[in-house]
């Protein structure tokens, strides 16, 4: 594991979370693979029981299985959930389109403007980690944008379950270029408050983003 300089004082297990999160998502903390405590405490400057809180944290998110007696373990995928999940969230996706262009606020859609030029500056740095983290924001934004508590609410806790493998669906060069046009058309549809045509980009995005997924997680599926 490569080293990580250590946290900075803030609340240390949300800290943890964060530089866990991180490390999952860009698969240097594999799938099935422990957690040691003694070497991540050490690692992230932290005592054990910060850690732990932020295991059981990661746990709620499905990013960690915590074994009784033994400690934490990267949580597996499973393409079949992910793959009803992401399902979902297409039709969340597409209500939260067609909603956003009839509630969002002008300064709302300025937010999401201004999100949108930060994720391309990180694109065109090829930082993916600042680039997913500025994507996420956008979607959440657009959800909140629609107006509905309870589609917002209900957005956020699928998309906490789906985070590692939308993180995945840019690891190819190929697919991560294609996201950003893909971004680019939908600043446009909202911009005009074209429900309709936001509502289908947002859909034909996920469906995109689900195939880049699954067929990612096809050799780890075949070998397990």
């Known amino acids: ?28 903390l594999t799938p099935g693979s422990r957690l040691n405590e003694r070497l991540l405490a050490q690692r992230l400057g932290i005592s054990r029981t910060p850690l732990r809180e932020a295991f ?62 930060e994720m391309r500056a990180a694109h065109a740095r090829r930082d993916l980690a600042a680039y997913f983290r500025h994507n996420q924001s956008i979607h959440l934004r657009l959800a909140e944008a629609a107006g509905n508590a309870i589609l917002a609410q209900t957005y956020r806790q699928l ?37 309709e045509r936001l509502k289908s980009l947002l859909s034909e995005h996920l469906a995109h983003k689900t195939a880049s997924v699954l067929a990612a997680l096809e050799p780890a599926q075949a070998a397990a």
Not at 59 to 84: K, M
Not at 172 to 194: G, Q
Request: proline fraction near 2%; aromatic fraction near 4%.
């Open 159 to 195: 998309n906490a379950n789906v985070r590692r493998v939308r993180y995945m669906a840019n690891l190819s060069a190929e697919r991560w270029d294609a996201a950003v046009r893909e971004h680019d058309a939908i600043l446009d549809a909202l911009s005009m408050r074209d429900g």
């Open 56 to 117: 059981k944290l990661l746990a709620a998110e499905g990013l960690v299985e915590l074994l009784p007696n033994r400690g934490a373990i990267v949580a597996q995928l499973d393409a079949v959930r992910i793959g009803e999940t992401l399902q979902v969230m297409g039709a969340l996706e597409a209500l939260i389109g067609e909603l956003a262009c009839r509630q969002a606020s002008d300064a709302s859609i300025d937010e999401v403007r201004a999100l949108h030029f």
């Open 1 to 28: 594991m490569a080293s990580i300089d250590p946290i900075e004082r803030r609340p240390l297990h949300e800290a943890a979370i964060d530089r866990l999160r991180e490390l999952i998502f860009q698969g240097e």
